[in-house]
């Protein structure tokens, strides 16, 4: 009798792929899935969740709204709402009709199962 079991990680990562695909010390997708074929799981998919402009949008918002927001109460919604938002809009625009390579992403989303023999004792 197998026993199966499936686990889901999230990796954020953001930097560009290189090296590939031997860069198996950080968790590139290929790190991730050489630590995990290597422990025996097998991997069901692997999604990188934004593109590069996404990428590049989300971590110029982080800084405006981490570095340039005054202690005022209100000044982060609105910021948020004028500037941070469109942005972002503009990114998803531009990720649809921009070439992408697929190397810069923020977060890998990573579904690997293992099945292991089960001896009934």
């Given at each position: 009798?197998?026993?199966?079991?499936?686990?889901?990680?999230?990796?954020?990562?953001?930097?560009?792929?290189?090296?590939?695909?031997?860069?198996?010390?950080?968790?590139?997708s290929f790190g991730i899935i050489e630590l995990l074929e290597?422990?025996?799981?097998?991997?069901?998919?692997?999604?990188?969740?934004t593109g590069a402009i996404e990428a590049i949008a989300v971590?110029?918002?982080?800084?405006?709204?981490?570095?340039?927001?005054?202690?005022?109460?209100?000044?982060?919604?609105?910021?948020?709402?004028?500037?941070?938002?469109?942005?972002?809009?503009?990114?998803?625009?531009?990720?649809?009709?921009?070439?992408?390579?697929g190397k810069l992403y923020l977060n890998l989303v990573v579904?690997?199962?293992?099945?292991?023999?089960?001896?009934?004792?």
């Amino acid at each position: 009798m197998l026993l199966s079991w499936g686990v889901i990680i999230s990796l954020p990562f953001l930097w560009q792929e290189h090296e590939e695909p031997y860069d198996f010390v950080r968790f590139t997708s290929f790190g991730i899935i050489e630590l995990l074929e290597s422990n025996g799981f097998e991997i069901e998919s692997i999604v990188k969740d934004t593109g590069a402009i996404e990428a590049i949008a989300v971590t110029l918002n982080v800084y405006i709204m981490s570095n340039l927001i005054p202690p005022i109460r209100g000044v982060g919604r609105i910021v948020a709402l004028t500037i941070c938002f469109p942005i972002q809009l503009m990114a998803i625009i531009l990720q649809k009709i921009l070439p992408d390579s697929g190397k810069l992403y923020l977060n890998l989303v990573v579904y690997a199962k293992k099945i292991a023999p089960y001896s009934q004792q």
